[in-house]
């Protein structure tokens, strides 16, 4: 079945350092991938996607592309700052049975 | 604009009573989505809704949990004789309509505790 494996947290960088969350899936057919975030107190907002292979998302420094020869979408960002530490979600989907499928959530924490 | 509305954004309530968690989408999405996330979980899809089509309701882990969608909009998730395993964080989402580059926007949430 469709399925999302995301990298475990808890992570913890220093301001400036460099991000990598992996996010691998398993899927029939052509799906859309996202990346959500999580920030403490708030609900979930999506961060980026992207709909087809080779594509790139990006927003806030975040980026992530739609590799299909390795089923991956990991997502990446050059220089954390605090305000960063958050959960990350990727996430595959809809798929014809409507629902969407989320990793379990990396928790990223920042230190000044 | 205003975003996905959840109430109440806390619940606490006794083993075995029923409760009610509400989701007002975003005005003009005809797609909206129930999941569950408990702690240290993703997200578990529970239920979609998509226009005045009938629901999907795979997702759904048991008889006790049934969800309706009055007139196209607000929707109401109802767990009944609750659980301890209920504890969780229950989302709604909505989107623009069905579609695999249609992100879904989600509400703050519901947080469940059975005592």
């Known amino acids: 079945g469709n399925s999302v494996t995301q990298m475990e947290g808890p992570v913890t960088l220093s301001e400036e350092a460099f991000l990598t969350i992996n996010c691998t899936y398993t899927a029939t057919g052509y799906p859309s991938l996202f990346w959500y975030v999580q920030y403490p107190g708030e609900g979930l907002q999506l961060l980026l996607k992207?709909?087809?292979?080779?594509d790139k998302g990006s927003n806030k420094g975040f980026e992530a592309t739609y590799r299909k020869e390795t089923t991956s979408f990991h997502l990446e960002k050059g220089s954390v700052q605090v305000s960063d530490s958050a959960v990350y979600f990727c996430a595959l989907g809809p798929m014809t049975n409507n629902d969407m499928r989320f990793g379990a959530g990396t928790r990223l924490t920042v230190k000044p | 604009g205003a975003g996905v509305s959840q109430s109440p954004s806390n619940k606490v309530t006794e083993k075995g009573k029923d409760v009610e968690l509400r989701c007002d989408p975003i005005?003009?999405?005809?797609?909206l989505y129930w999941y569950r996330q408990s702690l240290g979980q993703g997200l578990e899809f529970l239920i979609y809704f998509q226009g005045n089509s009938a629901p999907d309701k795979s997702g759904l882990p048991s008889d006790r949990f049934s969800a309706e969608r009055t007139g196209g909009s607000v929707s109401t998730l109802t767990i009944q004789r609750t659980q301890q395993e209920d504890s969780a964080v229950y989302l709604c989402a909505s989107s623009l309509g069905q579609g695999s580059n249609q992100p879904q926007h989600f509400g703050d949430g519901t947080r469940l505790s059975i005592l």
């Open positions: 992207a709909t087809k292979a080779d």
């Open positions: 005005s003009g999405h005809t797609a």
